[in-house]
């Protein structure tokens, strides 16, 4: 189950929904977590969570840049290794499979 909703999730499906649902699912099976977490090739940084956080709570990049006192340049780089650590293309994707990995709260 956790398989098809993080491929529904991948391919923009009703990432809300989605992410909901992987949250709960997630939640009850907190074993899984740990071995979804192993299965990122490099952990984010503590940075990039911040920036994930942000992103998150969808502020700009600027605000992002701003709130953490780091160039825009730089946020747009965390955003890039973000994306390339969690093999996704977009925020919300980005922010889903946080979410699923037990990376982001809900």
Do not use: C, W
Not at 21 to 42: F, G, H, P, Y
Not at 72 to 101: C, D, F, M, Q, W
């Amino acid at each position: 189950m956790a398989h098809l909703l993080r491929d529904a999730a991948s391919r923009g499906i009703a990432p809300s929904y989605v992410g909901q649902l992987l949250a709960v699912l997630e939640t009850e099976t907190k074993d899984q977590q740990v071995i979804d977490m192993s299965s990122l090739v490099e952990p984010l940084s503590d940075r990039e969570v911040q920036v994930l956080e942000l992103l998150a709570d969808r502020f700009s990049n600027p605000e992002i840049a701003q709130r953490l006192f780091i160039s825009l340049p730089t946020v747009k780089s965390h955003t890039r290794n973000i994306y390339g650590k969690l093999g996704v293309h977009s925020r919300k994707e980005a922010v889903v499979r946080a979410r699923a990995l037990g990376i982001l709260s809900s």
